[in-house]
């Protein structure tokens, strides 16, 4: 499989291709708070690549980081980003390893990092590219299992906004991008597939990160009175 576009499928197959299960946040919220051994065991079995991880699993590894600690979606990492967009694959190797430990989950780092191992760039890039293909495929599969997607009662949910572009590009091959919308909660995006001039809306649910910046942004407010 062509790495750099993971799980291309064409818009009528997405509902067909994953089923939706959906996430239930409330009881993600107490397994993590309840159990956390269990929760960074499940996390440890992703970072090393395996695959015998369930659906549910891998919906818990993903969704499930946004309520560790560690979560923090403010963090875009911007050097590896330039980077990458400048095709300097070597620094993209160079950097990612320490962000990937600050956000293992991250779809938007874990895909630079790949598409610079798959290029050769840094150590071991056989090894690399090994370990985080099906890294990248587990969290696209929990995105894209966590709702239809194509209505905006069933959305994709996402716990950062870089990840949505991320699934976009490179896992359903999507380059136009004709507009955006909020409705209510959920972000409408409007795109175009390749090779079809006809448009389709994807809908996406980004209310980790929002909750997340609204509870920051208040506490900021608070501190400095």
Not at 109 to 132: F, H
Not at 181 to 200: L, M, N, Y
């Amino acid at each position: 499989m062509n790495r750099n576009t993971l799980l291309f499928i064409l818009i009528p197959l997405i509902a067909l291709a994953f089923p939706a299960r959906g996430v239930d946040y409330n009881a993600l919220q107490v397994e993590v708070a309840m159990h956390p051994d269990r929760y960074r065991a499940l996390l440890n079995r992703f970072v090393a690549g395996d695959t015998t991880l369930t659906s549910h699993e891998l919906a818990t590894v993903y969704f499930g980081y946004s309520f560790t600690p560690d979560y923090d979606p403010r963090e875009t990492f911007d050097g590896i980003s330039d980077a990458f967009t400048a095709k300097d694959y070597e620094r993209v190797a160079l950097l990612t390893p320490d962000a990937l430990v600050v956000n293992p989950v991250s779809l938007d780092l874990s895909i630079m990092a790949l598409t610079a191992a798959e290029q050769g760039a840094g150590e071991r890039p056989g090894m690399r590219a090994a370990n985080l293909g099906p890294r990248c495929d587990m969290i696209a599969t929990a995105i894209l299992e966590s709702g239809r997607g194509t209505t905006p009662d069933s959305p994709f949910k996402v716990i950062s906004s870089a990840d949505i572009g991320r699934l976009l590009r490179n896992v359903l091959g999507i380059n136009v991008i004709v507009g955006r919308t909020k409705i209510g909660e959920v972000d409408a995006i409007k795109v175009t597939f390749p090779g079809s001039d006809r448009q389709h809306i994807l809908y996406f649910d980004n209310s980790r990160e929002t909750l997340f910046l609204a509870r920051r942004g208040a506490s900021d407010k608070t501190n400095k009175h």
